[in-house]
């Protein structure tokens, strides 16, 4: 009989640690998750590869998430690190088209933090729960050493109900599909980035920390048939269609001169050396349709206050080859691909 033993399906030699870039939202955190994480926890639900996992209960269907959040600095323009919990938290059930209803709140508390500061959070995530019309149904917090926390950490899980016979997944995106977004990107990372670098820039840029339910449910409402959302959070644009393509084996061909990046934050990303497409958003999402449900999405998108900059940036071009193509400014096609790591580090 041979031996038989546990090996780590990540080569050993090629990461013996863990580091930042396993977060970031590019390949190597994708590959951590796929081939340990997806491997070791296997099941139909997972294999969705969405946002929020969509579950089939004997009378409804829910959608079911969780995150973490150890952004740094914890308060930053346009929110905090309490806001951003639930807003992001919220948006990952919206981009299953659910409607989110209950959040639980765990806190994980470095001693030494300072009352006034936590009070400053409690307050903005009840202020963020109560414009996402959510409940904090249930917590937990927990107190460690000074010195083995880092100010403050939460972790937010989310249930929503799904009241729609749409199949909202990366699976369903088919050729000739159109992609719309909802605005500017990457406003969020150059917020944090300036911030903890303490740069001023001559306006100073805020993050676009919001919550993407109600907009998301005024598209459902009026029967888009809505064939995949996605909201870009860490790894900004490119990595968001990067993870698509893989999912549903497509090529997707974008505009650079129709995705819109505001001039302070064009500037701050040259000042910088960062590519505004892999910049982190927490307002921003893509929603993918069939082209004669096109203009009717982008009608409603523009008439939200999240969405008046919504504009139609390419399409699915094909399904022999999962690949993002960006046609340049002056006409050129290259090759859009996902980042190592992250270009920001704890961003969210």
């Not at 409940?135 to 729609?164: L, Q, Y």
């Not at 974008?254 to 590519?275: K, M, N, P």
Request: glycine fraction near 10%; proline fraction near 4%; hydrophobic fraction near 40%.
């Amino acid at each position: 009989m041979k031996d038989f033993t546990l090996q780590c399906p990540i080569p050993i030699s090629d990461y013996p640690k863990v580091l930042l870039a396993h977060g970031g939202g590019g390949k190597l955190m994708h590959t951590l998750i796929q081939k340990m994480f997806a491997t070791a926890f296997s099941n139909d639900i997972l294999q969705q590869d969405h946002d929020s996992a969509q579950i089939n209960l004997p009378d409804s269907k829910i959608a079911f998430t969780t995150d973490s959040y150890v952004v740094q600095p914890i308060f930053f323009p346009g929110g905090d690190i309490g806001s951003l919990a639930v807003n992001g938290t919220v948006n990952d059930l919206a981009m299953s088209g659910a409607k989110p209803l209950y959040l639980s709140l765990g806190l994980i508390i470095e001693e030494g933090f300072a009352m006034e500061d936590l009070w400053k959070v409690v307050q903005s995530i009840a202020d963020a729960a109560k414009t996402a019309g959510v409940k904090i149904a249930t917590g937990d917090t927990k107190v460690v050493d000074k010195g083995k926390g880092d100010g403050i950490f939460i972790n937010t899980s989310g249930i929503g109900t799904i009241e729609h016979n749409l199949n909202i997944s990366p699976k369903n995106i088919k050729t000739g599909d159109v992609i719309i977004i909802n605005g500017d990107i990457g406003r969020h990372g150059i917020a944090i980035m300036a911030e903890r670098e303490g740069l001023e820039f001559e306006h100073k840029i805020e993050s676009d920390c919001a919550p993407l339910n109600d907009i998301v449910q005024n598209i459902v409402e009026a029967g888009v048939d809505i064939h995949c959302l996605r909201d870009l959070t860490r790894g900004g644009l490119s990595s968001t269609l990067n993870e698509l393509a893989s999912s549903s084996g497509s090529e997707i061909t974008i505009s650079e001169s129709l995705v819109y990046v505001r001039e302070d934050v064009q500037g701050a990303c040259e000042i910088l050396g960062f590519d505004p497409m892999y910049v982190a958003n927490e307002g921003k999402f893509i929603a993918i349709v069939p082209k004669a449900d096109a203009d009717k999405c982008l009608k409603i998108m523009k008439a939200h206050k999240y969405g008046y900059d919504s504009v139609i940036i390419g399409e699915v071009t094909g399904n022999t080859e999962p690949i993002v193509k960006l046609k340049s400014r002056i006409g050129t096609m290259r090759i859009l691909d996902m980042l190592s790591g992250e270009q920001l580090p704890r961003i969210c």
